[in-house]
Structure formats: structure tokens, C-alpha cells
């Protein structure tokens, strides 16, 4: 009876020992997870603060524009609420839905979902901005002014967004005076705008090219008057005579 009690007792201090193991596994398997939790946690964090600042960047810098008013972010259906105001401050028709992106390529879903919450509020313009001219596709850039499902989309970038704004002007004061489908009963005029814009656009490339030309003969120049006066420096240096000695030499002579 002392051998079985023995062997009984051996047994389940090593079932215990056994458990405190697989216990201690569980804790140290916990703690890792929680760690790893937190560590996701953090870039989540990192990443959406990130976005906020994107926005709020935005809207602190279009508030500076002349006559334009921006909503707070909105919590959903979009980023921002843009219209003119007239001369009191007080917001006009009509009112455009913006949507930042900051992503490798603007899609067709970005678009789709622009259209849709443009037609949950009610609002007749949709403006997808993208931080980059890079991150636009090529339809993208040919078609920055047209309709899509009944709303009218401009597709520019920060950068572009106040000039572009400021061409659309008239056309938006028109579609206050006339209604939304302003548009609609002159598509010659729509295809005009498109042609703007790209006409805009080329001439902005254009300067940035005459001003990297600009910029690399200053650079040009820096560096050939640098070796001017490096061979200056270098040049063999001959005494000259007085004046009055060179005087009397071409009288002489």
C-alpha cells in the first residue's frame, strides 16, 4: 500500500508540475500577445493621427483662402463640406464634397464611394484630392472635370485644388443662378472646362521645367565662375611696372 501511495503521490506531483508548466507557457503566451497588442495598438494610433493631421492640415490651409468656407471634418460621407461665400461670409450653393487621399493610386472605388455619399447629402459636386499629382491615374489627369452618375466630380490635388477652384468659379455661380442641371443643358461647355484644365495643367509642367532649367544653369554658372577664379588664383603672377614707367615705355616707343 506505501509502494501504490508513493507511486500515486510521484504521479500527480508530476501532473502537477506538468500543469505548472503548461500554466507558466499560457501566462508567458498571454503577456506576448498582449505585448504584441500593444504594439499594434501604438501603430494604429500612429497611423490614424497621422490621417487626422493630414486633414486638419487641410482644412487650416483652405480656410485661408479667399471667399471659400470649409466645414469641420465630417464624421462620415466624406472629409469636408466646401462652398464660396457671398459678401456677408455667408455660405452659396453650390456646396462640394471633398475627400482627401493619400494612397499609392486613386481608384475607381474611391470615385464610386464619392458619387454615392455626394448623393447621400444631397450635394451636386464631388472633389477627390489626391496629396500627389503622381498618385492621379492617367484618366485621372485627361478627365479632371466630368459627371459620374449624376454628380459632377473635379479630380485635382492639393496643390492644384485653390487655382482650380478659382476657374470653376463662374461656372459654380451659374449653377446657382440656374440650378445644378445647369451643366446638363450645356455639355460643350463641360467638355471646355476638361480642356482647361488640361490646358493648365501643361503649362504648369512646362514652368517647372523652364524653372529646373533655370535652376541648373544658376548651378552652371556657380560652377564655371568657381573654376575661373580657381585658374585666376593659379595663373602665374607677373610683376607689372609702375605706372609711370609703362608711361614712359609708349612714349618711347
Do not use: H
Amino acid at each position: 500500500m506505501r509502494a501504490e501511495l508513493e507511486t500515486k503521490l510521484r504521479s500527480e506531483e508530476s501532473q502537477r508540475e506538468d500543469l505548472n508548466r503548461r500554466v507558466e507557457d499560457y501566462f508567458r503566451e498571454i503577456t506576448q500577445l498582449r505585448e504584441r497588442n500593444q504594439e499594434l495598438e501604438t501603430e494604429m494610433a500612429k497611423v490614424a493621427r497621422v490621417g487626422k493631421l493630414e486633414e486638419v492640415s487641410f482644412a487650416d490651409e483652405a480656410r485661408t483662402w479667399a471667399g471659400i468656407c470649409v466645414s469641420e471634418k465630417l464624421p462620415k460621407n466624406g472629409d469636408f463640406i466646401l462652398a464660396y461665400r457671398d459678401p456677408s461670409g455667408v455660405p452659396v450653393q453650390p456646396k462640394m464634397l471633398l475627400d482627401n487621399k493619400d494612397k499609392a493610386a486613386v481608384a475607381e472605388s474611391d470615385l464610386d464611394k464619392l458619387v454615392r455619399d455626394a448623393k447621400e447629402r444631397n450635394v451636386p459636386v464631388g472633389i477627390i484630392v489626391a496629396k500627389e499629382e503622381s498618385q492621379l491615374r492617367q484618366v485621372d489627369k485627361e478627365t479632371r472635370w466630368g459627371q459620374k452618375d449624376g454628380v459632377w466630380i473635379l479630380r485635382t490635388t492639393r496643390q492644384w485644388l485653390p487655382r482650380d477652384l478659382d476657374v470653376l468659379k463662374p461656372l459654380f455661380e451659374r449653377m446657382r443662378v440656374q440650378g445644378s442641371d445647369f451643366l446638363d443643358k450645356n455639355v460643350a461647355l463641360s467638355e471646355e472646362v476638361r480642356r482647361t484644365f488640361a490646358d493648365l495643367d501643361r503649362v504648369e509642367g512646362e514652368l517647372k521645367k523652364a524653372a529646373k532649367a533655370i535652376g541648373a544653369a544658376t548651378g552652371l554658372v556657380t560652377k564655371y565662375r568657381g573654376r575661373l577664379q580657381e585658374l585666376c588664383d593659379n595663373a602665374p603672377t607677373r610683376k607689372m611696372p609702375p605706372t609711370s614707367e609703362r608711361s614712359a615705355a609708349r612714349i618711347n616707343q
